[in-house]
């Protein structure tokens, strides 16, 4: 069946510095993948999402490419704010019915 | 534009009793879910619907039921409630196109029913 792997947190980061939340996956066929952030007391919301191999989805500074030599989504942004503090998914999607398979979450915490 | 809305937002209850989670969506979206986030996991499907009168079993349906009367609500319900799912529960839609291609849409949640089973 399908899963997702993502590292696991929580990661605590000083504002300005460098993320990566890696984020592997087993699929059969050929998933789109996605990052979903749930900030505090809230929902989920799509992050950013890649539909096919080499694809890079970006959004607020975040990105991530699908490599599907390595089975991998993984989140990076450059410069990181006490705003991004979070919890990061990464979900693959599949079928007519687009159903989603997340992975377990990833806490982000930015500090001044 | 309310987009998805979920009632109550919290909710005890004692064991074997029942109750509905509402989810009304006002995005004139075709699919509709329903998950479950327990602490420290990820969200795990428990029904889905891809349109009026139509509903189909996810990952972890066992001690639930839905219906899809309109498109616009997705109720779940709990019959004999369980400490097992005490959870925080999502409903979310989708607008279910196939433009970009299977499993390409973007769903969007509303923000959750804790609900706690004593």
């Known amino acids: 069946g399908n899963s997702v792997t993502q590292m696991e947190g929580p990661v605590t980061l000083s504002e300005e510095a460098f993320l990566t939340i890696n984020c592997t996956y087993t699929?059969?066929?050929?998933?789109?993948l996605f990052w979903y952030v749930q900030y505090p007391g809230e929902g989920l919301q799509l992050l950013l999402k890649?539909?096919?191999?080499?694809d890079k989805g970006s959004n607020k500074g975040f990105e991530a490419t699908y490599r599907k030599e390595t089975t991998s989504f993984h989140l990076e942004k450059g410069s990181v704010q006490v705003s991004d503090s979070a919890v990061y998914f990464c979900?693959?999607?599949?079928?007519?019915?687009?159903?989603?398979?997340f992975g377990t979450g990833t806490r982000l915490q930015v500090t001044l | 534009n309310a987009g998805v809305t979920q009632t109550p937002k919290f909710r005890i209850l004692k064991i074997g009793q029942s109750m509905t989670l509402q989810c009304t969506q006002d995005?004139?979206?075709?699919?509709m879910y329903w998950y479950r986030q327990d602490p420290g996991m990820g969200l795990k499907l428990i029904y889905y619907?891809?349109?009026?009168?139509?509903?189909d079993k996810g990952e972890v349906p066992n001690g639930y039921n839905v219906s899809r009367s309109t498109t616009e609500d997705f109720p779940l319900r709990l019959e004999l409630a369980a400490p097992s799912q005490t959870s925080v529960y999502f409903c979310?839609?989708?607008?279910?196109?196939?433009?970009?291609?299977?499993?390409?849409?973007?769903?969007?949640f509303g923000p959750g029913t804790r609900l706690t089973v004593l």
């Open positions: 890649a539909t096919k191999a080499d």
């Open positions: 699929a059969t066929g050929y998933p789109s």
């Open positions: 979900a693959l999607g599949t079928g007519t019915a687009s159903k989603l398979t």
């Open positions: 979310a839609t989708g607008g279910g196109g196939l433009a970009g291609g299977l499993g390409t849409d973007t769903q969007y």
């Open positions: 995005m004139n979206h075709n699919y």
């Open positions: 619907s891809v349109g009026a009168g139509i509903t």
